[in-house]
T-cell receptor
Framework: EAGVAQSPRYKIIEKRQSVAFWCNPI?????LYWYQQILGQGPKLLIQ????????DSQLPKDRFSAERLKGVDSTLKIQPAKLEDSAVYLC????????????FGSGTRLTVV | KQEVTQIPAALSVPEGENLVLNCSFT??????LQWFRQDPGKGLTSLLL?????REQTSGRLNASLDKSSGRSTLYIAASQPGDSATYLC???????????FGKGTTLSVSS
């Protein structure tokens, strides 16, 4: 089965610019997650979707971050404007609706804000 | 609020050693616990998933145990190899379908 696809793999932008990341989950996985992983830290949840509805966005900095999941499949995470502290790896993951299965992660997008 | 702690933060061992990585969590009412491997610049690869009703899971040279009552899990790696060098992350899900809460990881280096 195909894995979780993410693009781009790397992105370098200047502070105050905007950036967008794309994720395509495993086919049939209803739940999609975006995590932020700062160097030396474990991943931290930004937002969780169930189909195309938001389940948890309590840790999403909503003044600059936004995310959407159109038609319950692909998802886009946007940052506008970016700050230096947004430099991190952004990981997308998906899981089956049943909750018994494990999570599958994409390779991530490494963002550097200069 | 669930918190996950991993000890040690880093570990260096010679090839062939058996080793144990530790993970602790503050709220014992978890749904499942998962161990991941992360290579530099890469995403996360799932190693073992333990449901709350299980005590351990095994895959090849890896064995993960879970003691919910004490809030602890261990990942045992037998006969370590240089290819095992990576960061190992422990994560718990508090309820079915909820997001994982991660520890900071243990960075393992196995020398030949």
């Amino acid at each position: 089965e195909a894995g979780v696809a993410q693009s781009p793999r790397y992105k370098i932008i200047e502070k105050r610019q905007s950036v967008a990341f794309w994720c395509n989950p495993i086919s049939g996985h209803a739940t999609l997650y975006w995590y932020q992983q700062i160097l030396g830290q474990g991943p931290k949840l930004l937002i969780q979707f169930q189909n195309n509805g938001v389940v948890d966005d309590s840790q999403l900095p909503k003044d600059r971050f936004s995310a959407e999941r159109l038609k319950g499949v692909d998802s886009t995470l946007k940052i506008q404007p970016a700050k230096l502290e947004d430099s991190a790896v952004y990981l997308c993951a998906s899981s089956p609706n049943t909750g018994f299965g494990g999570y599958t992660f994409g390779s991530g997008t490494r963002l550097t804000v200069v | 609020k669930q918190e996950v702690t991993q000890i040690p933060a880093a570990l260096s061992v010679p090839e062939g050693e058996n080793l144990v990585l530790n993970c602790s969590f503050t709220d014992s009412a978890i749904y499942n616990l998962q161990w991941f491997r992360q290579d530099p610049g890469k995403g996360l690869t799932s190693l073992l998933l333990i449901q709350s009703s299980q005590r351990e899971q095994t895959s090849g040279r890896l064995n993960a145990s879970l003691d919910k009552s004490s809030g602890r899990s261990t990942l045992y790696i037998a006969a370590s190899q240089p290819g095992d060098s990576a960061t190992y992350l422990c994560a718990v899900a508090n309820q079915a379908g909820t997001a994982l809460i991660f520890g900071k990881g243990t960075t393992l280096s196995v020398s030949s």
